[in-house]
Antibody, heavy 122, light 110 residues
Framework: EVQLLESGGGLVQPGGSLRLSCAAS????????MSWVRQTPGKGLEWVSA????????YYADSVKGRFTISRDNSKNTLYLQMNSLRAEDTAIYYC???????????????WGQGTLVTVSS | QSVLTQPPSASGTPGQRVTISCSGS????????VFWYQQLPGTAPKLLIY???QRPSGVPDRFSGSKSGTSASLAISGLRSEDEADYYC???????????FGGGTKLTVL
């Protein structure tokens, strides 16, 4: 059974940093691209970033480019999102999502985690 | 303002058929597959339709998807109370090099 478990969310001040983790199990992690998708409470979904299975290609939404960095450790079956220079508008539930295959350029999210809440506030 | 445009709300009575539209452009829906996600209250999104009109295992055939040009639609027939949820369309956008979502449609079963 595929399981995705996000962690690392919390309260952070504007301008601060946070690193999210997504622990994966139940599948061959390195064979699948992964993405981060966020959702402001009560609002819609916003794609944040994606990384291929090998880690060789990455994509970012314009809203986070230059501030967020996606990475993965295939030996630990874990996906990360390093978030720097955080702003109030980054406040959201952050979900990690598993793609169908190893290519990152897809909106085919076969499995989702339960999400972790990031609150940016002073 | 979302790149893909969906109506904010839709409604129907049990047993009815409802459709939810999703409008995009040549760089997203016009040249890539469309996906639909269902999000029940308080839960993570769930893949409902992939590759425009395919249903993952376990999704009832009451749900169907279609695409024409730069628009797509999700149809739900035989509406049931448990279909009350938010529905999102999504596609890869070649110009943005990223995934774009619709703003979501809140479906109410009257």
């Amino acid at each position: 059974e595929v399981q995705l478990l996000e962690s690392g969310g919390g309260l952070v001040q504007p301008g601060g940093s946070l690193r999210l983790s997504c622990a994966a199990s139940g599948f061959t992690f390195s064979s699948y691209a992964m993405s981060w998708v966020r959702q402001t409470p009560g609002k819609g979904l916003e794609w944040v970033s994606a990384m291929s299975g090998s880690g060789g290609s990455t994509y970012y939404a314009d809203s986070v480019k230059g501030r967020f960095t996606i990475s993965r450790d295939n030996s630990k079956n874990t996906l990360y999102l390093q978030m720097n220079s955080l702003r109030a508008e980054d406040t959201a539930i952050y979900y990690c999502a598993k793609a169908l295959g190893s290519v990152a350029g897809t909106s085919y999210f076969q499995h989702w985690g339960q999400g972790t809440l990031v609150t940016v506030s002073s | 303002q979302s790149v893909l445009t969906q109506p904010p709300s839709a409604s129907g009575t049990p047993g009815q058929r409802v459709t939810i539209s999703c409008s995009g452009s040549s760089s997203n829906i016009g040249s890539n597959y469309v996906f639909w996600y269902q999000q029940l209250p308080g839960t993570a999104p769930k893949l409902l339709i992939y590759n425009n009109n395919q249903r993952p295992s376990g999704v009832p055939d009451r749900f169907s998807g279609s695409k024409s040009g730069t628009s797509a639609s999700l149809a739900i027939s035989g509406l049931r109370s448990e279909d009350e949820a938010d529905y999102y369309c999504a596609a890869w956008d070649n110009s943005l090099s990223g995934v774009v979502f619709g703003g979501g449609t809140k479906l109410t079963v009257l």
